[in-house]
């Protein structure tokens, strides 16, 4: 998994006299001057900043950054008349004898007002992962790949922050930029900065993958390198083939794929970090690996974007990757059906009634309503390691961007246990979690046919997410289960989350592992 980087800076002015001797170590926001500077090391630190961006306080690293270089950062503040908002950067060089170059980043305020904590997120925790990515950032512009980050009071956070906001995907280069050496300044909070590096470069991983063209993220490409990736953590990873779907009776992933002439795969992860009776989280991932719609094909506007409809599998293996780096103590089944979804002279065609692994016969109305096919099989073969809890992920439905846009995932919940849990982990990560109904009413929309036992896509008109949750629910395993729907968070304009770029945003992998983490304490 490469870690490297890409990012657009936009630097406060400092306003500053051309006479002033500060000016020698202080404040070149377009870097003219960072080639010239020997030292090839920087820092990033913070200051809390009300929201005028004055009042400013330095944590204790940076005041000790400060006192090792002569005062400079305060001093250069006063010309400034204190002033630096929240999530804008300073940069000083050659005032330090340890750092080259120091950024200096508004982080916010120190203690956040608790009328303001209704946005689905720590707002604390945002604002030290916006700072470390917006200060790690602005050193790379100067040619600095060599960067200490301080932790801000949070070094999970800062981590996160870093190691997100310093990621590019530079795949099919000829020329790419160097990857970043991220370390934590401080000698603390070690645990936590792992545990941070852990997440964020699982879903750097998720990222990767959802990106990559799909001519070169095929379903056996796929599951090459999740065998190599987690090969070499002591995960088991089985890859089945289409013979042993056939054996399986898999009729939707087996329809969905036969209009392609890539082979289809279904990839079964097995990480076994607790007891040998413990029963296990199975979760599953959706992986179209290129969705144009099938027969019922899409427009042509952005279907590019449709290599990442398997980003659910991403997510999955993804979070598997930063469960085992982290040792949890707990049983993680991940299933990834593998496939692609293009119109032929074999493919499945509208009207077609196929027979999913339960024996449950689907009429097929609308082929790009092809996740849940496939989903569904999946589903049924999570019943056979009688789990816990089951989980499932997917860019399922583009309803789902309409109801919420790209503000958070959608899930689907039988009990309020399961759902407060989820919600929990998302707004610790930052990724936020909106609940959505699975009345009856939706059930009866896909059911009730007399020819077959259910339809694709169902009678009436709007409310798709939840009409897809109901047909999933139909396949669901007994006991706790959940459903993803993450279609509106598949990519990212960067403006939401400053410290994830444009493109695809790999949510909600650091979400899915904080709650792998949670019930791994609940079990203990």
């Known amino acids: 998994m490469a870690l490297s980087t890409m990012y657009t800076y936009r630097s406060t002015q400092f306003l500053t006299h051309l006479r002033n001797p500060l000016l020698r170590i202080a404040i070149d926001y377009n870097c003219r001057q960072c080639s010239t500077n020997s030292y090839k090391k920087g820092v990033v630190i913070g200051v809390y900043v009300d929201d005028e961006g004055k009042n400013i306080k330095l944590t204790p690293s940076a005041e000790k950054i400060n006192q090792e270089s002569n005062n400079v950062i305060v001093k250069a503040l006063k010309i400034g008349n204190g002033f630096l908002k929240k999530g804008k950067s300073r940069l000083f060089y050659n005032a330090n004898n340890k750092y080259g170059t120091i950024a200096l980043v508004g982080i916010g305020k120190e203690e956040i007002d608790s009328n303001n904590l209704d946005d689905g997120v720590d707002v604390k925790k945002q604002n030290i992962r916006d700072a470390t990515a917006i200060g790690s950032r602005s050193l790379m512009d100067c040619g600095i790949y060599d960067i200490d980050v301080s932790e801000m009071g949070d070094s999970e956070s800062a981590a996160e922050g870093a190691i997100l906001g310093t990621w590019k995907f530079q795949e099919y280069k000829k020329k790419q930029d160097p990857t970043p050496k991220i370390s934590l300044f401080e000698n603390s909070e070690k645990n936590e900065w792992f545990c941070g590096v852990a997440k964020s470069t699982a879903q750097n991983w998720s990222r990767k993958l959802a990106e990559s063209a799909a001519n070169y993220m095929t379903p056996t490409l796929f599951s090459n390198e999740v065998q190599e990736v987690l090969g070499k953590q002591g995960v088991n990873v089985v890859v089945h083939d289409k013979q042993w779907a056939e054996e399986k009776k898999m009729g939707g992933l087996l329809n969905v794929a036969k209009g392609s002439n890539e082979p289809l795969a279904f990839l079964e992860i097995n990480y076994s970090g607790g007891c040998k009776n413990q029963k296990p989280i199975v979760l599953v991932g959706k992986g179209v690996t290129f969705d144009s719609g099938g027969i019922s094909i899409k427009p042509s506007l952005s279907m590019g974007e449709m290599r990442a409809d398997m980003m659910g599998a991403a997510n999955v293996v993804a979070a598997i990757s930063a469960i085992a780096e982290l040792k949890v103590p707990i049983n993680v089944i991940g299933l990834t059906p593998l496939c692609e979804n293009l119109p032929s002279s074999n493919a499945l065609k509208p009207g077609d009634v196929i027979v999913a692994m339960n024996g449950k016969s689907i009429q097929v109305d609308n082929t790009d309503a092809e996740g849940r096919l496939i989903l569904a099989d999946a589903l049924c073969y999570a019943a056979t390691f009688e789990p816990k809890v089951t989980l499932d992920l997917a860019t399922l439905t583009g309803a789902m961007m309409v109801a919420i846009g790209g503000a958070a995932t959608g899930v689907f919940s039988k009990t309020d246990n399961v759902w407060n849990d989820v919600k929990s982990a998302g707004y610790y990560t930052g990724d936020r979690m909106w609940r959505f109904p699975l009345w009856s009413y939706y059930s009866n ?68 592992v904080q709650l792998i983490l949670d019930i791994s304490k609940k079990t203990e």
Request: with cysteine; charged share 20%; net charge positive.
């Open 445 to 512: 929309l896909i059911k009730g046919y007399t020819g077959f036992d259910l339809d694709n896509i169902g009678k009436g008109k709007g409310g798709g997410a939840c009409t897809a949750a109901a047909f999933l629910k139909e396949f669901a395993p007994p006991g706790e289960w959940v459903h993803m729907d993450i279609a509106g968070v598949m990519k990212t304009d960067g403006k939401d989350s400053p410290y994830i770029s444009s493109g695809m945003s790999g949510k909600p992998t650091r979400a899915l």
